[in-house]
């Protein structure tokens, strides 16, 4: 049995009816359960339908975002997220570029390295080296009045960890960000790379090893080891090509407003929904949701 799940974004709430029962007439569903009235809605099918990509596509022409997975142990009890692009709405090495006066150079390397043309580890020490000289003091600025969350968040981990889910933010950003972010939402831990000071300013060098793809794949395998679960317990969730091992690693691997080679290697794409989509993939309606 396979549970296919329409959601729009919650801010512009466009699903209608009729788009839901013609697709589920069509792959001769079971009956249709509203999640959110006009944000999301699901059905069962018993086997994985055919044309699944070729309806994807016209949903998206449509902005509606489709996800169909398996009905059995949808409902994870692990919660792996990227933070940057992810958990908030900025990259937060390119905010304090922009402070250090090299934003537009180091967006762009960003870009590239997200895309998976650069490799991440060395893209991101030459990205740090261009920031030596800034002062600690902006790191806490650029938290206060650059920084925003992704909408959904709040949502996402404080309902999956009501459930009993554990939820850790892993990050190849810096542990300044994530500390601060991860005690916003609620995550139970967080893991990030670390900028080196030297008194009051930045040296331009961050500590080895780097937490890049490979980190959070060991991320993903530490957490589940240790609270003796399965790693197709876990959902993953991400944009960028650091993120592509623990996102095909993990039972459910999410490219949120990912990145077009990140997304064409992933199952589950969301595009138009916010963070809130994960937890209707899972099966949570909105009455369900914590705050």
Not at 187 to 210: C, H, K, Q, Y
Not at 264 to 276: K, Q, S, V, Y
Request: aromatic share 4%.
């Amino acid at each position: 049995m396979f549970i296919v799940t329409l959601l729009t974004d919650p801010a512009r709430p466009i699903l209608d009816r009729a788009t839901v029962e013609s697709l589920r007439n069509a792959w001769g569903g079971g009956d249709a359960v509203w999640l959110d009235p006009g944000v999301a809605a699901e059905f069962p099918v018993e086997s994985m339908p055919s044309g699944r990509w070729e309806a994807w596509d016209g949903l998206q022409a449509l902005g509606i975002d489709m996800v169909v997975q398996p009905a059995e142990g949808r409902r994870k009890r692990v919660l792996l997220a990227d933070m940057d692009s992810t958990m908030i709405e900025q990259e937060c090495i390119d905010e304090l570029a922009d402070e250090a006066g090299v934003g537009p150079r180091v967006a762009e390397i960003t870009r590239r390295a997200m895309n998976g043309e650069l490799d991440f580890e060395a893209a991101l020490r030459e990205r740090v080296g261009l920031l030596a000289g800034l002062p600690v003091a902006v790191i806490e600025r650029v938290i206060r009045d650059r920084i925003t969350l992704m909408p959904g968040g709040r949502e996402l981990v404080a309902t999956m960890r009501a459930n009993g889910a554990y939820a850790a933010l892993v990050s190849g950003g810096f542990t300044a960000f994530t500390r601060e972010i991860a005690g916003v939402l609620g995550f139970d831990e967080n893991r990030a790379n670390t900028l080196i000071s030297e008194g009051d300013v930045l040296t331009g060098t961050v500590a080895e090893p780097i937490l890049g793809k490979q980190a959070k794949v060991d991320a993903l395998v530490d957490i589940t080891e240790r609270l003796k679960l399965r790693e197709d317990q876990v959902l993953a969730v991400g944009d960028g090509a650091n993120d592509l091992g623990m996102l095909k690693r993990a039972g459910a691997g999410v490219a949120l407003h990912a990145k077009p080679v990140v997304a064409a290697e992933c199952d589950i794409r969301i595009n138009h929904g916010d963070l809130t989509a994960l937890l209707f993939i899972q099966g949570y309606s909105r009455e369900d949701f914590v705050s």
